[in-house]
């Protein structure tokens, strides 16, 4: 299968001042793609996607060590009902069942993570055993005719390197280049599309300032460090990619959020909103595609030390040229500069952030793990719920935003740069019935996924240079904080057995893969 890209060489990458920030209502109005069949463009990629901490297992088989979700699991009261990711959907053995189910739903590619704990237990040493998971793993999806897309950080750092200041400390970064250089020495003949990290908002954010993730560090100071480190070692890793895998695609998959002001009249919460906006996407957006920090962020967090953290030539190194850029999206929210202590319980979303993955509560029984907010500087950003559904992680079901979501990206950044977007997670949780016959008839995300896929044909119509699609997830899996009580999945993992059940959502999905097209709502 190939890939049509752009190339690479020649772009420099454009320093500059932040794109302005002009809050903009929700669209809430009939489009051409609201109902009716809605065709995608030939050679639309429809894929799924996973981690490797989230369904693996194997936690200590074949020279595996800890990595810094393996000893967060280990905190009371961290992760809902003690799980942990030992077993999980055990795929590291049943890979190849999985490879088949993938086939079974017409997938034309698998979006999932390298265990740096795996193929690096000890963040220095070369695992062979744990490397040549991988390499068989991605002989089956080329047999399979399903295109194997790399992550090669979804969250789960060795612990020994968090012993050694973890993401906060300098290194980690040329640690990360280390391991990126042995992936591509094994397999950059072989996977076309590497993304570096997923999500760093999260690995910074939920993981150094909020406590929500591993490895449940509380400080602001200790979130921005790390957020810089995560981009310099994405940008060494690019460099290092591009050596050895010449042919590939490179990027990076970050996760957004739509920010709107409450009242679009009141200044104060434009400015909350620009502030959401702000930590939660241009602060990683900028550094990348336009090589400088947001000034009006700089500002925002001057007392908290990140300035000093910048080296000459680091921000060259993490806006080197990518291919493609990952976009996840779940939801947006609309904040205000003053707290509503009603709607913000309602939406069950902490202060500080509007955004999806500030809002990981567990269950409040047992022993009480403390968490903060992720926003580094979150006095005067509320959220406030809007009244919209939300699913079963309460998050506000907004599929408009990721119409607003991928055109902005696309005339804002990704645009003038030529870099292809491709959305790498969407989807939904939802309290999942099992029949009697065992099969789950899950209305509720195939009416998720339609919805999203509608607004995202309504962002290639506008313009938005889209190739791909990837539901979030190819099956239920372990959901961090939340552990195994949340499921995103096509196919329903029955965890006793490990029985793989297509849900109606994953049916459909299959049927929407091999036409190319969503069909009339019914
Ligand atoms: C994203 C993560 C993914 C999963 C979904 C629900 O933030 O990348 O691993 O947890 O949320």
């Known amino acids: 299968m190939t890939l049509s890209m752009p190339g690479t060489g020649a772009r420099a990458a454009a320093p500059g001042t932040a794109a302005p920030f002009t809050p903009s209502a929700p669209l809430v109005r009939a489009t051409p793609n609201s109902s009716g069949r809605v065709e995608f463009p030939a050679g639309f990629l429809w894929g799924a996607a996973t981690a490797a901490y989230q369904v693996e297992g194997a936690g200590a088989e074949d020279g595996r060590l800890d990595s810094i979700w393996d000893v967060f699991c280990r905190i009371p009261g961290a992760v809902h009902h003690g799980d942990d990711g030992m077993v999980a959907c055990d795929h590291y053995h049943r890979y190849r069942e999985d490879v088949e189910l993938m086939k079974s739903l017409h997938l034309d590619t698998y979006r999932f993570s390298t265990s740096w704990a795996r193929v690096v237990p000890d963040g220095r040493t070369v695992n062979p055993r744990g490397l040549d998971f991988y390499s068989r793993l991605v002989d089956e999806l080329l ?39 042995v992936m591509g020495d094994a397999l950059g003949d072989r996977v076309p599309v590497w993304t570096t990290l997923n999500e760093p908002w999260c690995s910074a954010f939920l993981g150094y300032t909020a406590g929500v993730h591993a490895p449940g560090k509380k400080s602001p100071e200790l979130g921005l460090a790390a957020a810089h480190h995560l981009m310099l070692g994405h940008g060494l890793a690019v460099e290092t990619l591009r050596e050895r895998a010449p042919q590939a695609s490179l990027g990076i998959t970050l996760n957004f959020t739509v920010s709107d002001p409450v009242d679009p009249d009141n200044p104060a919460d434009v400015d909350a909103a620009r502030r959401d906006d702000g930590m939660f996407n241009r602060i990683f957006l900028d550094p990348v595609l336009r090589g400088a920090y947001p000034q009006d962020i700089l500002v925002d967090v001057a007392h908290l030390g990140l300035a000093e953290l910048i080296e000459p030539g680091d921000l060259e190194i993490i806006s080197t040229p990518i291919d493609v850029l990952g976009v996840n999206y779940y939801n947006g929210g609309a904040v205000a500069a003053t707290p509503d202590p009603e709607s913000a319980t309602a939406s069950g979303v902490p202060d500080g952030t509007a955004g999806p993955d500030g809002a990981r509560e567990h269950d409040a029984t047992g022993p009480v793990w403390e968490t903060r907010s992720p926003n580094p500087v979150p006095d005067g950003v509320h959220p406030r719920s809007r009244g919209l559904p939300i699913t079963d992680m309460g998050w506000e079901v907004q599929p408009e935003g990721l119409t607003r979501l991928l055109v902005r990206i696309q005339e804002d950044y990704t645009g003038p740069r030529g870099t292809a977007l491709f959305v790498t997670e969407n989807g939904a949780a939802y309290p999942d019935v099992v029949e009697q016959d065992g099969t ?67 049916r459909w999905y299959a049927d929407v893969a091999r036409d190319n097209a969503v069909p009339a709502r019914g």
């Open 440 to 506: 789950v008839d899950d209305q509720d995300r195939l009416a998720f996924l339609d919805a999203h896929l509608r607004a995202l044909k309504d962002a290639i119509d506008a313009g938005a240079d889209v190739r791909g699609y990837f539901a979030w997830s190819l099956m239920d899996n372990f959901e961090w904080a939340l552990g195994y009580a949340k499921r995103f999945g096509l196919t329903r993992v029955d965890y006793e057995t490990q029985e793989r059940t297509v849900k109606s959502s994953g």
């Open 143 to 181: 047999e399979a005719d399903i295109m194997p897309w790399l992550t090669l950080y979804h969250w789960d750092l060795p612990q020994a390197l968090e012993e050694q200041g973890g993401w906060p400390a300098r290194d980690a970064a040329y640690r990360f280049a280390d391991y990126a250089a």
